[in-house]
C-alpha cells in the first residue's frame, strides 16, 4: 500500500510558520485526529520551524523542508535546514536552554517538541544543517465523536 | 494578532486576539510595552487568551518579556482564560508559577 507522503519546501520568512504547521494538520486531518493531538502537531511543527529561520538561519535566510508521511496511524515528520548547526545537541534540548536569552527566547522549543509527540530525535552536523525527526500516533479519540 | 487594553482601576487588562508565534511577536510586544508604559500607575496586569487561538513557545518568552517590565514598574502580572492549547504550553514551561492564572 502506498504511503501519503507530503513534502514543503520554503523560505525561512516567520511569515511562513503559520502556512507550515496549518499544511501538515491538514496533511493528517483525514485521519480524523483529536483536536488535542492536531494541537500538539501544529504546536511541535511551529517549534521546529522557529528553531530554523531564528537558530540555523540567523545570519542570512534559507530553505527549511517539512515531510510528512503517515503509516498505518502514526504520522512522521522530518523538518530540516542546512543552517548553521547545533553545537550541542545534548545541551540544546535541555528545558530553558537558549543561545539567545536577550531575545525572550525561552529555551522551550525542544521541550515542547519532545513533550508534545510520542517520537523525537534531533541530528545536527555543525556548518551542515539540522533534522529534526518526530512521530505522533494518531488514534482517533472520543471527543470527535460528541 | 490585535491587542487591546482597558484600566479599571488599579488593573490594566490587555487583551490579545489572534495566533501568538515568532511572526505576531514582535507587534504584540510594542503594543503590549506601550499600554504598561501608558499607565504607570497601574498595579496589576491582567493579560487574557481566550482569542489567541494558536501559541507555541514564542508565548512564553512574550510573557516573561511583560512580566520582567512590568515588575519593574512594580506590577504584578497574571494571565487569564487560556485555551486548551495555549495552557499545555504554558503548563510544560511552568510559568504559571511566575505568572498566576487568574
Known amino acids: 500500500m ?38 500538539d502537531i501544529k504546536t511541535a511543527v511551529s517549534e521546529a520551524v522557529t528553531n530554523c529561520t531564528v537558530h540555523a538561519y ?9 515531510e510528512c508521511e503517515i503509516e498505518d496511524a502514526s504520522l512522521h515528520i522530518k523538518v530540516s535546514d542546512t543552517g548553521r548547526g547545533i553545537d550541542d545537541v545534548e545541551k540544546a534540548v535541555q528545558p530553558f536552554f537558549t543561545t539567545l536569552p536577550d531575545d525572550e527566547r525561552s529555551g522551550m522549543g ?12 534531533v541530528d545536527s552536523v555543525r556548518g551542515e544543517g539540522t533534522v529534526v525527526y518526530m512521530t505522533k500516533q494518531l488514534n482517533p479519540e472520543v471527543e470527535n465523536v460528541r | 494578532m490585535k491587542v487591546h487594553f ?7 487588562r490587555i487583551k490579545l486576539c489572534g495566533d501568538m508565534d515568532e511572526y505576531t511577536a514582535p507587534e ?16 496589576q496586569i491582567i493579560i487574557n487568551l481566550a482569542d489567541v487561538a494558536f501559541m507555541d513557545s514564542t508565548g ?26 495555549a495552557d499545555k504550553v504554558l503548563s510544560v514551561s511552568g510559568i504559571y508559577s511566575l505568572i498566576p492564572r487568574v
Do not use: H, W
Request: aromatic fraction near 12%.
Open chain 1, 2 to 39: 502506498v504511503k501519503n507522503y507530503l513534502k514543503l519546501q520554503f523560505y525561512s520568512l516567520p511569515c511562513n510558520q503559520a502556512f507550515a504547521r496549518d499544511a501538515v494538520a491538514a496533511f493528517c486531518v483525514d485521519l480524523n485526529p483529536s483536536l488535542s493531538v492536531l494541537s
Open chain 2, 6 to 12: 482597558a484600566r479599571s482601576g488599579a488593573v490594566l
Open chain 1, 110 to 121: 525542544f521541550t515542547i517538541m519532545q513533550t508534545f509527540m510520542d517520537e523525537f530525535k
Open chain 1, 58 to 66: 540567523r545570519d542570512a535566510p534559507g530553505m527549511i523542508t517539512v
Open chain 2, 60 to 85: 512564553i518568552g512574550f510573557l516573561i518579556g511583560r512580566y520582567k517590565k512590568a515588575k519593574s514598574g512594580g506590577m504584578t502580572v497574571y494571565v487569564e482564560s487560556p485555551n486548551f492549547a
Open chain 2, 28 to 43: 504584540a510586544r510594542r503594543a503590549c510595552d506601550r499600554a504598561i508604559e501608558e499607565n504607570p500607575t497601574a498595579r
